[in-house]
């Protein structure tokens, strides 16, 4: 069994940045690929990046393309979310999975483990 925590949401302004953080535990982390979805009120869960079990190749939705970057540390059991120049439609809540597979993936009926999600704001 594998438990995802994330961290780091918050209120932030338009044009603001926030690092989100999901740390894995059970498991073996590297083996997996790796993402973040994210659901706004009213909305469907939606795709935002991912990352494959080493992090050498990742992917993003086209609406956060050049601001968000997804990156890995598998020696921390830790993958993040870096999120930059951040619109008041990038507000969510944004959960972090677990692939059963090792490399990226933007469908989520490759991910088998969720996190509960972390709240993220943005102020216009």
């Known amino acids: 069994q594998v438990h995802l925590v994330e961290s780091g949401g918050g209120l932030v302004q338009a044009g603001g940045s926030l690092r989100l953080s999901c740390v894995a535990s059970?498991?073996?982390?590297?083996?997996?690929?790796m993402a973040w979805f994210c659901q706004a009120p009213g909305r469907e869960r939606e795709f935002v990046g991912s990352?494959?079990?080493?992090?050498?190749?990742?992917s993003y939705n086209d609406p956060v393309k050049g601001r968000f970057t997804v990156s890995r540390d598998n020696a921390k059991n830790t993958v993040y979310l870096q999120m930059d120049s951040l619109k008041p439609e990038d507000t969510a809540i944004y959960y972090c999975?677990?692939?059963?597979?090792?490399?990226?993936?933007?469908?989520?009926?490759?991910?088998?483990?969720w996190g509960q999600g972390t709240q993220v704001t943005v102020s216009s």
């Open positions: 990352t494959s079990g080493g992090g050498g190749y990742t």
């Open positions: 999975a677990q692939s059963r597979l090792f490399h990226s993936s933007y469908n989520q009926n490759d991910y088998v483990y």
């Open positions: 059970g498991g073996v982390f590297g083996n997996y690929g």
